[in-house]
Every structure is written in structure tokens, then in C-alpha cells.
């Protein structure tokens, strides 16, 4: 190979490693649809005062972007920061930032499939993440938890004396390893991240992930074994459910739109 080619095959390369793959489709996210996703995920009551949603930047997979330390509900276009995958601020003035973006970052790195992140408290999962019921689906429209979500323990890296904030560099690897190549992970007394290769399939994930939550602790209190997904059913459903996403968030979005 001359040299002119090879320099255009170390460009194209580096470009590659530069741009993140976005979905087939997808359009490249903005400030303005991670603060709508941050609307969404609060009036749907998936977070409160508390948890955070993220989106790896268009320009480069090595950094993502993330709003300040604030509720969801009010996040705006203006709230919004850049952070490398060591979870640090590119932005010379920048506000408080989360102390949890670790876990972004985290996952950013383990997951290059990954694109967007919630991470939420909702009280529906709190309960499979503290007993020995694990949280599988049972409907169709959770067929992305597949054969379960895995449940992250911050005592095995952490020990027993921290706030079970995932406020560090090794607490969010240890985050990444636990979540793995699964779509959601629990973590104990604490909440769950959903993850997606959009930002609306991670909203619509950590959304449906709260309601199989409810429907499978009301299949639990009828007594005996729920009926529980096939691991083809879920590969399935998940693949038809993959192409649908877009009427859910469609309809959330009017509902936070003026």
C-alpha cells in the first residue's frame, strides 16, 4: 500500500474510533432531546427528585453528556455538561455536577454498544434487588431483561461503611462488571441503571423494567412460580419491540411538550 492510501486508512480508522455507531436510523442526540428524556423519565415517575439519564456525545464515543445536580423534571438545554469516560467535566464552568456519574462513565467504557443510561430510584425495583426474587420478565414489553437483571452488591468492592452512592471510579467499574452485557441492573437498597443503544430505548427500558417490577410482585402475591418468559420469547419480543419504540416515546413526549 502507498503512502497517500495509507494515510487515508489510518484517518478513516481513527474517525471511526472518534464518531460513536449510532442505531440504525437513530438521529444523532442534542442537549434539547437529553433534557426532554429527563422530563419524560420524571413524568412517567420512573425518577423523582433523584436520578439522572445521560447520553454518549455524538462527536466523540469518549465522552458523554449529562445534566448538573439537579431534579429531572427541571433540567434544561442550559444544565447540560460534557464529561470524559473518567467521568471529569470538558467544560471550563461548569455547576455541581452528580456525584453518581461515575456509574455514566463507567459503563460507557466496559459497553461501546452503549449510547444512553438511566439511572433511577424507583421504589417498584427496590424489592427484587434486597430479596432472593430475582427480577425477570413477565410481559412482553420487558423482554429485554432476558434471563434476569443481575443484582450490583456495593459491599463486595466498597465494603459495609459506604452511603451505597456509587460516587467513585472503582465503584462504577465494579457497577459496569456486575451490569455486564445486560440491558438493566439492579442495585441493592439503591435503584437500577437501564441502558440502551438510543436515548429513547433506555428511557423506554428503565420505564418498563418499573412496570414489570409491579406486575411481577402482584404475580408473586397470587402465589406460586409466575410464568415467566422463554429465553426465545424474550429474544423475540425484544426484536419486535425494538422497531415499536417510538410510539411510546412519541406519546411521552406530548405529555412534556408544551
Not at 28 to 48: K, M, Q, S, W, Y
Not at 108 to 116: F, S, T
Not at 123 to 131: D, E, H, L, T, Y
Amino acid at each position: 500500500m502507498d503512502r497517500p492510501q495509507f494515510l487515508l486508512g489510518v484517518l478513516a480508522a481513527s474517525c471511526a474510533a472518534a464518531a460513536p455507531a449510532l442505531a440504525a436510523d437513530a438521529p444523532a442526540p442534542t442537549f434539547g432531546d437529553l433534557a426532554l428524556a429527563n422530563h419524560i423519565l420524571a413524568h412517567e415517575n420512573v425518577v423523582d427528585g433523584y436520578g439522572h439519564v445521560s447520553v454518549r456525545s455524538p462527536h466523540s464515543a469518549q465522552n458523554y453528556w449529562l445534566a448538573r445536580s439537579m431534579a429531572p423534571a427541571l433540567v434544561t438545554e442550559n444544565d447540560i455538561f460534557t464529561y470524559d469516560l473518567d467521568s471529569n467535566a470538558l467544560n471550563r464552568n461548569y455547576a455541581t455536577p452528580y456525584a453518581e456519574r461515575f456509574i455514566h462513565g463507567a459503563i460507557y467504557k466496559a459497553r461501546p454498544d452503549v449510547m444512553a443510561i438511566v439511572h433511577a430510584h424507583t421504589p417498584a425495583v427496590i424489592p427484587f434487588g434486597v430479596s432472593q426474587v430475582k427480577l425477570q420478565p413477565v410481559f412482553h414489553m420487558a423482554a429485554f431483561l432476558g434471563a434476569g437483571a443481575p443484582v450490583f452488591e456495593i459491599r463486595d468492592t466498597g465494603g459495609t461503611g459506604t452511603d451505597l452512592l456509587v460516587k467513585t471510579l472503582a465503584l462504577g467499574d465494579a457497577l459496569a462488571r456486575t451490569l455486564g452485557s445486560a440491558n438493566v441492573a439492579l442495585m441493592r437498597g439503591h435503584g437500577m441503571v437501564a441502558v440502551g443503544s438510543t436515548l429513547p430505548e433506555a428511557v423506554f427500558r428503565a420505564y418498563y423494567t418499573a412496570q414489570n417490577a409491579l406486575l411481577e410482585a402482584e404475580a408473586l402475591r397470587l402465589g406460586g412460580t409466575p410464568n415467566y418468559l422463554t429465553a426465545d420469547e424474550a429474544r423475540a419480543a425484544t426484536q419486535t419491540q425494538s422497531g415499536l419504540i417510538g410510539r411510546a416515546y412519541d406519546l411521552w413526549k406530548r405529555a412534556v411538550t408544551p
